[in-house]
């Protein structure tokens, strides 16, 4: 298997092109530069890979597997597969970095794990590892996703960390990501923050990238395994991105690989405010400590957003998506809910796998390539499983797929 940590991007500086970087206040400047460090040396240490192999494997899972979806293969006429990263411990891929920044802070000498959570996927699975490594962890959540997500909620709490909710704004991703960095600023001397993306500061995008590569390196060798060969077209949900990245990081010198990106165009492209479309609407902007794609509104400030995935409404994305926008490897389209809410019913009632509403936006995209006349095969990265979303699912929208009220 290739080194999962071997790739010419950023630059020393932190940088994809003209995007990422590090847009930080002085007094987190050494401490930004001590975590890349550390971060270096871990690459490098052989101890440290072996501890999060073992990890990975007895402790999350690993690997996924790869699902046929045939299906949904013969009703859309492609050759439909899953990488089922809901399957893992803690329901979707966040593990795979959280266990990665839980046993560097650990190695660096921290005592406590913060983070921002939208879903609640990231803030669980930092949850598991803060616990399983013997740190305090402080989870920052919009109040609107606290209501949405109440499962997550329970779990954070179960596993030990303290869910801090974010009241201003919209009370959503965004506004929990500005909370954490506050908190952070407070102390960044014996917290991490452990970032939930690749989003944030060199050297989070980079970092996170690097863990979550393990998705698209496993799924290179099964597809390989299943197939004989490459899948013809990847695809994933893009919010920050991480996921995304995770599958795609393996295959971008497969020229014969197309891959899609696939972000929330929420009730509508048409109203600001009303999606989180930052590739297909926004302009480069800096945010968070990043330079990146950006929906700006007038004032040239972040923009409101919304999707019905709590995990993708971010008015930004990882500064190594928008630096493959501009190159053309990785072409990004959008789905709406509607649309998402509807694979989601499509893929739980024809293959008994209920999605995260998140990775539905993926499932749904799959669908659109196929009727859009895209052939081969699709490698959808089904990023977490819907648990989370199901009480919320039904009371939204369970009339309209004939799921009577029981109460």
Do not use: W
């Not at 983070?115 to 609640?120: I, K």
């Not at 060199?202 to 290179?220: C, L, T, W």
């Not at 700006?296 to 930004?316: I, T």
């Amino acid at each position: 298997m290739k080194n999962s940590f071997e790739h010419t991007l950023p630059n020393e500086d932190g940088y994809f092109g003209e995007y990422g970087g590090s847009f930080i206040p002085p007094q987190l400047e050494a401490i930004m530069q001590e975590i890349n460090k550390e971060y270096q040396v871990c690459r490098q240490d052989s101890e440290f890979q072996q501890e999060l192999a073992r990890l990975y494997k007895h402790f999350v899972g690993r690997p996924s597997p790869i699902f046929h979806a045939q299906n949904l293969s013969e009703k859309y006429g492609v050759d439909i597969y899953l990488k089922r990263e809901d399957l893992n411990h803690t329901g979707a891929h966040k593990i795979n970095h959280c266990l990665g920044e839980a046993l560097l802070a650990k190695k660096m000498g921290k005592k406590k794990l913060i983070a921002e959570t939208g879903a609640g996927q990231h803030g669980v699975a930092l949850a598991t590892a803060a616990a399983l490594v013997g740190l305090e962890c402080d989870i920052y959540m919009g109040e609107v996703d606290i209501a949405k997500e109440h499962p997550n909620v329970v779990r954070m709490r179960i596993l030990g960390a303290n869910v801090i909710p974010a009241t201003h704004g919209r009370k959503t991703l965004k506004e929990a990501v500005d909370a954490a960095f506050e908190a952070y600023l407070k102390d960044p001397i014996t917290q991490l923050y452990a970032i939930g993306s690749v989003v944030g500061p060199h050297p989070f995008p980079m970092m996170v990238r690097d863990f979550q590569s393990i998705v698209g390196n496993e799924a290179k060798i099964q597809f390989k395994e299943m197939t004989g060969k490459l899948p013809d077209n990847l695809v994933a949900c893009v919010g920050g991105g991480s996921n995304a990245l995770g599958l795609f990081t393996a295959f971008l010198d497969d020229e014969n690989v197309a891959i899609h990106g696939c972000e929330p165009a929420g009730r509508t492209l048409e109203e600001e405010g009303e999606h989180a479309a930052t590739l297909t609407l926004g302009e480069p902007g800096v945010m968070h400590g990043f330079k990146s794609y950006m929906l700006k509104d007038s004032e040239g400030e972040p923009q409101e957003v919304y999707s019905v995935a709590s995990g993708l409404d971010y008015p930004s994305v990882g500064p190594q998506h928008s630096y493959l926008k501009d190159i053309g490897r990785v072409s990004y389209g959008t789905v709406d809910d509607k649309e998402a809410i509807d694979a989601f019913f499509e893929l739980s009632r024809l293959e008994g796998i209920i999605p995260a509403i998140e990775s539905s936006h993926a499932v749904a995209y799959a669908f659109k390539l196929a009727k859009q006349g895209v052939k081969g095969s699709v490698l959808i990265n089904l990023s977490g499983r819907g648990d989370k979303d199901i009480d919320f699912v039904v009371e939204q929208y369970g009339a309209q797929y004939g799921i009577e009220s029981l109460v």
